[in-house]
């Protein structure tokens, strides 16, 4: 037998801690202590949280919610560290608001969010609705759901207005079919993707009471409200001050108007009428140029005016898609 | 008779850790992954059966593994093997093949040694067993 006896051994480092030319760096085994200020930075979640905050105008409540699971996952993580916990936390989330309030830009972040933090491995978000999971004939649907999955392992799977997976009025519906290979999966392989539902508050909530299944596989429930109108301002300027067009005063004064007026009438998108609204100024500004003098200087190429604004069909009363208000005149 | 067809195959059979650490690989270096099978090894035998479709889209080795199960599933008994198939131009060929299932019980061959045309010899090799 070999000795054992102690004394020529040299002094113990701190368990689990080696100092390396890096630095102390933690092995496996279980560390002391960690620094929870220092993961946060480390990480790199302070910097997509930095992002999500410089990048989105409004949206306080979405941030805060997600300032909450940052934190909790970062404390999850350190209690996994340490050993005091194994199981992966459930991951799915389901996004609801309004359209054009910034669910799938904040889905890519999420995805972001969870790969820094080493919940997904590759972190690439796949969006998918239900026209890519469902097919059109009796066995068309699980191979088409499956290739979906296999391209969002490890990372994130964006389904959008999931609440169309389920149409209550046809039993044969296929729908249920990608419903139960989904359910499967996001029990299954939770360390291997991240499942967010996305869609209109109202459906979302009668489509998760008709399927308590994913009801209580999803823990994170994340509302987004929808922008006020002097969020919309900012958020008009900031969309063309990326294409590298500036609105002079008339314009500013004519889009508030015009955020106004647009949100009392039907098929109102936040954000994305806005984008909308914006490309049709851009299209008219083009046309005002191109009709009138035929020298311009860089200011004005890049100049959207009140004119350009105030042509649009939503100060005149807005679109008549049915053609109802048509009968009412006399 | 242990088949030696492939990367890989001249060392002990690797463990699903060590696919998935190729599969990594594969997709890093943004080639299509496929999965074939086949009963019949015969080095002349060099179309085996597909299972699914090559996979051109994958981010992460977690796609193909579960393709794999499904295949080992179906074909447990059979010889599989992952192809990793480069699509850019010039190249457009397999780059790398390696078994990864084989059945409990390998075939053999026999060689036939046949004259023909006076002193001439022809070999020829058949799957037996």
Redesign the interface.
């Known amino acids: 037998m070999t000795s054992r006896a102690g004394g020529c051994l040299p002094p113990a480092p701190p368990e689990g801690i080696f100092e390396t030319e890096k630095g102390w760096v933690m092995d496996d085994a279980a560390p002391v202590t960690v620094d929870l200020k220092a993961e946060y930075e480390s990480s790199g979640v302070r910097e997509i949280l930095d992002e999500l905050d410089r990048e989105l105008i409004g949206l306080a409540p979405v941030k805060e919610r997600i300032r909450e699971t940052a934190a909790l996952l970062l404390v999850d993580r350190a209690r996994r560290q340490m050993g005091l916990a194994h199981e992966t936390p459930t991951l799915h989330m389901s996004f609801t608001g309004n359209p054009g309030t910034g669910k799938t830009t904040v889905a890519l972040k999420m995805a972001g969010l969870l790969h820094r933090l080493g919940y997904v ?2 972190g ?1 978000l796949v969006s998918v609705t239900r026209d890519d999971l469902v097919g059109q004939y009796i066995g068309h649907t699980a ?1 088409k759901t ?1 290739e979906v ?3 969002a ?3 994130v799977l964006f389904i959008d207005e999931a609440y169309y997976l389920y149409k209550p009025d046809n039993e044969r519906d296929y729908g249920q079919e990608a419903i139960e290979i989904l359910l499967q999966v996001m029990e299954n ?1 939770r360390d ?1 993707l991240v499942v967010i539902m996305a869609g209109y508050a109202d459906r979302m909530d009668r489509f998760f009471a008709a399927n308590p299944g994913f009801r209580s596989r999803i823990a994170h429930h994340i509302e987004f409200p929808d922008y006020s109108d002097e969020e919309l301002e900012r958020i008009s300027a900031a969309m063309l001050a990326g294409q590298g067009y500036v609105m002079d005063a008339g314009g500013r004064t004519a889009m508030t108007e015009y955020v106004r007026l647009r949100r009392e009438q039907p098929h109102f998108a936040n954000a994305r009428s806005i984008r909308n609204a914006l490309d049709r100024a851009r299209l008219r500004q083009a046309n005002r140029l191109f009709s009138g003098a035929g020298v311009v200087d860089a200011k004005t190429l890049s100049t959207i005016t009140e004119a350009d604004i105030r042509a649009s069909r939503v100060f005149s009363g807005g679109l008549d898609i049915d053609g109802s208000r048509r009968k009412d005149l006399p | 008779m242990r088949i030696t067809q492939g990367c890989f195959s001249f060392l002990p059979d690797l463990t699903d850790e060590q696919i998935r650490d190729q599969v990594e690989y594969i997709l890093s270096r943004e080639w299509a992954v496929g999965i074939e099978f086949t009963d019949e090894p015969h080095p002349r035998n060099t179309y085996w059966e597909m299972w699914g479709h090559p996979m051109f889209d994958l981010k992460d080795a977690k796609g193909a593994m579960m393709e794999l199960d499904e295949c080992r599933k179906a074909h447990g008994d059979a010889y599989i093997r992952i192809n990793a198939f480069d699509s850019t131009r010039g190249w457009e060929t397999v780059m790398m093949s390696f078994i990864v299932n084989r059945p409990s019980r390998e075939p053999t061959f026999r060689s036939w040694r046949q004259e023909v045309d006076g002193r001439s010899i022809r070999y020829t090799h058949e799957m037996v067993g």
């Open positions: 491995r590759k690439h191979p499956k999955l296999k391209k392992m490890g990372g392989n291997d």
